[in-house]
């Protein structure tokens, strides 16, 4: 049986097309997540949040003439200073002035105490990145002496 050239081609492609080739593994990889930092974006909002309650606090006690708001000056815990030394309304008199008072310095001392404990929980809550490595795959050969039976020889172990 003769066989024709292009016949002779086509069974030859056919054949190389459909041989066993090398196996190309897929590499291993290691997905781990790794703390890279303080969360600055926690820190910085809790700088914001602490200097925007802060900075009037400083300018009342500046310039109040009232003398429990110059406890103001003391972060975070002047304005509970100042709504401590509050005197109390006279029964005939309108509390109205005094209650806004109070009701600011409580709300001041809120938001210095809401960004102290966000600017500490950006430290203590850092950023985790995710981290993808891909291990070395590459085949190894290790030699060495080994104790086989009664004698000693060598071994040789490896990866492929």
Known sequence: MKLSTATGFALAFAIWTVR???????????DTT?????NMAMVSSGVGIFALSYVPAVVVGATSGFHPDRTLYVPLA??????????GCAPAASCDSE???????IADGVFQAIGAVTVVGGFLL???ERVVRTADRRPTLRIGAAKLGGG?????LGTF
């Open 20 to 30: 066993p080739g090398d196996a190309a593994a897929q590499p291993a990889t290691v």
């Open 99 to 105: 209650n806004t008072a109070k009701v600011l310095v």
């Open 126 to 128: 850092p950023i985790h």
């Open 34 to 38: 790794a703390a890279t930092g303080p």
């Open 78 to 87: 002047g304005p509970w200073i100042d709504l401590a030394q509050r005197p």
């Open 152 to 156: 000693y020889g060598m071994i040789a």
